[in-house]
């Protein structure tokens, strides 16, 4: 669930500087070209070049004025992680992997730095920085002798064998991001970068502790146990991995990226800034 702190901070910051007795102006439509990665326990780093993989959208941006915009849009990517990308001998040993395909829709406020406007010579250009909520949905899968399993049925960490619920896989994110909009015409251009906190920890499916893998074996197949354990070197030569043994983190919810180029053009005309408190500049 998103926190209250998370929602009052989006209302708080948009209503300082939203615009006051905004009008109809122009509005754009675009695609998104790029790629996305990931970070949580089986990758450390958003930035990763082990794990990019290429990643689409499309989206509607209307424009209030030259500042201020909102933008509609939805995003197909891929992450992916593998500890025998670690530098972590712990990790290593650990030996788990995950990919899965993310789709999403979103919805952002945009405030343009610049006064900028596509198709007008005078406002060419911009940086700008923008942020909302997006719904998500993920699928993380992994390979087992050449077959490949969806992890989540198979309750790696024992989530239902207590009668608890599994994760679900549809899942809000919080967008953070910015880039530079450049304008050629009738024709925009963008160039951003916009990471995502997933309110989930099991984007990779590793979140908290071994279950007991007799039970996970008898609930859900050998398969199931082979990879929720999947350690090199057990820490006892005489058994797997003990129950409540640490596999993740669960302080630390997951991030997604998407980060790339935005080609938009201009669908209609009728810009008169009205946003205070720029509406007095001349630009």
């Known amino acids: 669930m998103i926190s209250r702190k998370t929602i009052f901070f989006i209302i708080a910051f948009w209503a300082a500087f939203l615009p006051f007795h905004a009008k109809s102006q122009y509005s754009e439509a675009g695609i998104f070209l790029g790629a996305s990665s990931y970070k949580g326990e089986l990758s450390h780093s958003l930035f990763s070049t082990n794990f990019l993989h290429p990643a689409i959208g499309v989206f509607y941006r209307h424009n209030w004025n030259r500042h201020w915009s909102y933008r509609l849009g939805g995003s197909l990517g891929k992450v992916s992680g593998d500890d025998a990308e670690s530098n972590s001998p712990y990790e290593v040993n650990r030996n788990l992997s995950f990919y899965s395909s993310i789709w999403e829709v979103y919805g952002k406020f945009e405030f343009n730095f610049f006064p900028y406007e596509t198709g007008e010579?005078?406002?060419?250009?911009?940086?700008?920085?923008?942020?909302?909520?997006?719904?998500?949905?993920?699928?993380p899968k992994a390979e087992l002798n050449g077959e490949e399993y969806e992890l989540q049925p198979l309750a790696t960490e024992g989530q239902d064998l207590d009668g608890s619920d599994s994760y679900g896989r549809l899942k809000m994110s919080l967008p953070i991001g910015g880039g530079l909009k450049f304008s050629f015409g009738s024709?925009?251009?963008?160039?951003?970068?916009?990471?995502?906190?997933?309110?989930?920890?099991?984007?990779?499916?590793?979140?908290?502790?071994?279950?007991?893998?007799?039970?996970?074996?008898?609930?859900?197949?050998?398969?199931?146990?082979?990879?929720?354990?999947?350690?090199?070197?057990?820490?006892?030569?005489?058994?797997?991995?003990?129950?409540?043994?640490?596999?993740?983190?669960p302080e630390n919810n997951d991030w997604y990226l998407f980060s790339g180029i935005t080609i938009y053009v201009r669908l209609n005309s009728l810009l008169k800034d009205s946003c205070l408190p720029f509406k007095s500049r001349r630009y």
């Open 121 to 139: 010579d005078g406002f060419r250009f911009t940086p700008y920085i923008h942020t909302g909520l997006a719904l998500f949905h993920f699928n």
């Open 187 to 249: 024709i925009g251009m963008s160039l951003e970068v916009t990471a995502r906190k997933a309110y989930t920890d099991y984007l990779d499916d590793v979140s908290t502790v071994y279950p007991d893998l007799v039970q996970l074996a008898s609930a859900h197949g050998p398969e199931a146990a082979a990879l929720s354990d999947r350690t090199l070197v057990p820490p006892d030569p005489a058994a797997t991995i003990y129950p409540g043994k640490q596999r993740g983190n």
